[in-house]
């Protein structure tokens, strides 16, 4: 359980019911934030240009008619906001209709006995302390716990499930695609999946922006590697320690044409140096060392935009997901427990 969910830090939200009562709880959380950051960013009036109408109306008709339960919990999510709910889908579809867009990321994966998904969660710096840990209990789907952005969906970030389904997540900035789903759909509904199996054939079919995926089950002595975009998808079983720092590394797709920021270069190759020293994933995770921009990243100038808000540590261990979160560059987890 987490050690305190009212002390100042990354928060704590409650949710039970059906989707439009998740979306509408998660709205009225992130409704300050959004109305004193969001809005005022120029990426909220980009995503919401006239120019991208039609390509949101079209992903809006493809998630109602695919993914219903999703829809309405959107819909839940701008009522709990206050806001159209045209403007809130566009925002949840920000990584489909800019090729390059503050969600940076870095994951380092640890096969083995009991493997490992450890994370970085990377945004925008006027979202620290603003975002929350949602435990979200569905009248039709697994439970699950997810780091939550004020005014996004869940399943675009980190992410565990009573199924034991555990998902990590990183931007690619792949160009030239033209997407029919929003990516933060495709990544809630790996959220609802009984097994990687029913995950695995979900992404198969995803045309949309470009995302990784880590994945594993408990149960399943597996850690896959996943780069999906444009309809494209690749699966990679990973064998030994590696770290994936958000531009594609496998997809043939993201390899032919994205964009590779220099913190993205920079993350890559120093995770990969400290892997090769045996460095435990927190110490990766919490590093601010290298000759490059570093791999915990709190700098006001970042030059894109990010700052790491959260990292967390997963790891299967026998029959429970262990689990430990922290919001700060230093001392104990903010949140910890089991599953």
Do not use: K
Not at 258 to 283: F, K, N
């Amino acid at each position: 359980m987490p050690q305190d969910r009212t002390a100042p830090g990354l928060g704590w939200l409650g949710v039970a019911g059906d989707a439009h009562q998740t979306g509408l709880a998660l709205g009225r959380r992130g409704a300050a934030a959004v109305a004193a950051h969001l809005r005022r960013h120029p990426l909220w009036s980009q995503v919401n240009a006239p120019c991208h109408s039609a390509r949101v109306a079209a992903m809006a008709a493809a998630t109602q008619a695919r993914f219903p339960r999703i829809w309405a919990e959107i819909a839940g999510l701008a009522e709990g906001l206050g806001l159209p709910l045209m403007q809130v889908f566009a925002w949840n579809c920000r990584g489909d209709l800019l090729a390059s867009v503050p969600d940076g990321c870095t994951t380092v994966l640890l096969p083995g006995p009991e493997p490992v998904l450890a994370h970085n969660e990377d945004g925008l710096p006027c979202l620290r302390d603003a975002c929350f840990i949602a435990e979200i209990r569905p009248e039709d789907a697994p439970a699950l716990h997810a780091f939550c952005y004020p005014g996004s969906i869940p399943g675009h970030t980190f992410a565990f499930t009573a199924a034991g389904l555990v998902q990590t997540v990183n931007n690619l900035r792949l160009t030239g695609i033209a997407p029919g789903i929003p990516r933060m759909v495709m990544g809630r509904a790996v959220l609802g999946c009984a097994s990687l199996a029913e995950a695995l054939d979900l992404l198969r079919d995803a045309p949309s922006g470009g995302f990784h995926f880590g994945l594993m089950q408990r149960g399943d002595p597996r850690i896959l590697s996943v780069e999906f975009g444009g309809g494209g998808c690749s699966v990679q079983e990973i064998t030994r320690p590696a770290l994936h720092a958000n531009h594609a590394l496998h997809l043939p797709g993201g390899l032919r044409a994205q964009i590779v920021t220099a913190s993205s270069r920079d993350r890559q190759e120093r995770g990969a140096a400290l892997l090769a020293r045996g460095a435990d994933p927190l110490t990766i995770l919490r590093d601010d060392g290298g000759a490059g921009l570093p791999i915990r990243r709190d700098a006001p100038d970042d030059p894109d935009e990010e700052n790491t808000l959260a990292t967390a540590v997963i790891r299967l261990a026998g029959p429970q997901i262990d689990w430990s979160i922290h919001d700060r560059a230093a001392g104990p987890a903010r949140h910890r427990g089991t599953a």
